[in-house]
């Protein structure tokens, strides 16, 4: 079956720096979905970070983390990355990365209904940012 399984998160100081990961496996064709990362933080809603589609070449950001945060992925090896720059307290939450519905994702302006357009959720990896 299809497991997504994030790795990296942690507790670091404000301004710095942290790279998530998210090995996928169970399913082929992991190069054609769109993937992304989602993040929660206590008593709030999930919300979208960042989406990637299938190339890699079309990502999308909140604004919240544009400039500071960069999603990218490694087709052949499975992996889905989150490098996270200029950290700060309001990034502390639980990040989640989860796969598109869309079998062939071309482009990130086909997710159009936010996490109801992905399928597959790991179980997630906690980030602190400490002042």
């Known amino acids: 079956q299809v497991q997504l399984v994030e790795s990296g998160g942690g507790s670091v100081q404000a301004g710095g720096s942290l790279t998530l990961s998210c090995a996928a496996s169970g399913y082929s064709l992991y190069m054609y979905y769109c993937m992304g990362w989602f993040r929660q933080a206590p008593g709030k809603e999930r919300e979208e970070v960042a989406i990637?589609?299938?190339?890699?070449?079309?990502?999308r950001y909140a604004d919240s983390v544009k400039g500071r945060f960069t999603i990218s992925k490694d087709n052949t090896k499975k992996t889905l990355f989150l490098q996270m720059n200029s950290l700060t307290p309001e990034d502390t939450a639980m990040y989640y990365c989860?796969?598109?519905?869309?079998?062939?994702?071309?482009?990130?302006?086909?997710?159009?209904?936010?996490?109801?357009?992905?399928?597959?959720w790991g179980q997630g990896t906690q980030l602190t940012v400490t002042v």
């Open positions: 989860a796969r598109g519905r869309i079998a062939v994702c071309n482009g990130v302006s086909m997710i159009r209904r936010g996490e109801a357009d992905f399928s597959y």
């Open positions: 990637i589609d299938s190339g890699g070449e079309s990502t």
